[in-house]
Structures are given as C-alpha cells and as structure tokens.
C-alpha cells in the first residue's frame, strides 16, 4: 500500500489529510470515492516524502549534510502548510532510517541487537561471544 510504503500510519496520513482515520479506511478499501482536493493533497504528501528520501539518499551516499532549506522549499512549492510538511519530513525520515537499518541487518547477518551507539552486534553462539560490527555497519566474514 502506498500509505505504508512512505512510512504513513493511517491514522497519520488522516491527520495530514484533514480527515478522520475511518474515513480513510473507506478510501482505502474502495468503499467511498476519493475526491479531487483530497487526491491532490496525498499527491502532495506523498511527492514531499519521495523527495525527502532521495535528498537522504543522495546525502548518505556522497556523505553530506541534510539540506533543510532545500526541503523547506520544496514543501512551499508543493504548496503544503508548515506543520504538515514538518510532519511529513519527520515521518519520511524516520522511515528511511528505520529500512536503511533493515538493509544493513540483511546485509550483514546481524541479529537486530545494536550497542547504545547504534552499532550492530552479531551473536556467534558457536565461540560463545558477540561480536560488534565497525562503525561501516558491515561485519567482515
């Protein structure tokens, strides 16, 4: 579902929407049209939240910082108060980070634990010890 996809609770996404949670569940399911100004909103969410994705993905890869204003202006452009699109960019964020954490621990066989700094431990049962991943998120085989 695209609502999940983004990271967006239902009741989330209602909230962002100005409606109530059961009236996008009827949305949701087909039971009740979905109207132009409430189409036009998802779209708008829905397009700030890719592009807050792609700004951390693009900033994570070249090693940057996140640019705010960048996100502020787009949310301006795409015509979305700022209280929604602060929601909007936490929400994203929190999302990416949590399937960028996801990717890793499929990646290097971690087994979901992480230290207070938020490396990942790997538990080797066999020698009766953990291990801890460097600080690239990776364990070297």
Known sequence: MLRERYGF????????????????????TGAVALTLPVLQRITRIVTLSKAVREHLASVESRGGRVDDAFLSMLAVAL??????ADEVILASMMSYEQKRREALRSLSGHDGRETREGRMVKSTPALGRDYIAPRSGQFLE
Not at 14 to 24: I, K, M, P, Q, V
Not at 79 to 84: G, Q
Request: glycine residues 8%.
């Open 79 to 84: 015509r979305l108060d700022k209280a929604t």
């Open 9 to 28: 609770t239902q009741e989330g996404l209602a909230t962002l929407l100005g409606l109530r949670r059961e009236s996008l569940s009827r949305i949701e």
